[in-house]
């Protein structure tokens, strides 16, 4: 089930496994709870770590090689987890990354018009 909580970008719920990179601490096979177009959040990372930037690297299908790469800052750390936001994301990525959002979605001709921010 999608969630809006008025916000401008459908969040779906969304398990799969994610490398992360904060300054210089990886944190690898964390796994996301939830996904949009504009962020992810992960309930395994826990701590002070707001406005930290990174990299995120999310693998769909390791056989053809498919992987969302995205820069991300910490919007939101506390003891449920960390929520990031994609602050730089390239094309192909954006690409698949809209149709798991859409996938996903219980509405996905508004995930479909949904702005990139």
Do not use: W
Request: proline share 4%.
């Amino acid at each position: 089930m999608s969630d809006k909580n008025n916000r401008r970008h459908t969040r779906v719920p969304y398990k799969n496994c994610v490398v992360l990179v904060l300054q210089d601490k990886e944190y690898s096979g964390c796994k996301t709870e939830n996904l949009s177009l504009r962020g992810v959040f992960l309930p395994e990372i826990l701590g002070p770590l707001d406005d930290e930037e990174g990299e995120l690297k999310l693998e769909l299908d390791r056989k053809n090689k498919i992987v969302i790469t995205a820069g991300v800052r910490v919007v939101r750390a506390d003891d449920s987890g960390v929520a990031l936001e994609f602050i730089s994301v390239d094309t192909d990525s954006f690409f698949h990354l809209k149709r798991v959002v859409m996938y996903n979605s219980d509405d996905p001709d508004s995930v479909a018009e949904e702005p990139a921010k």
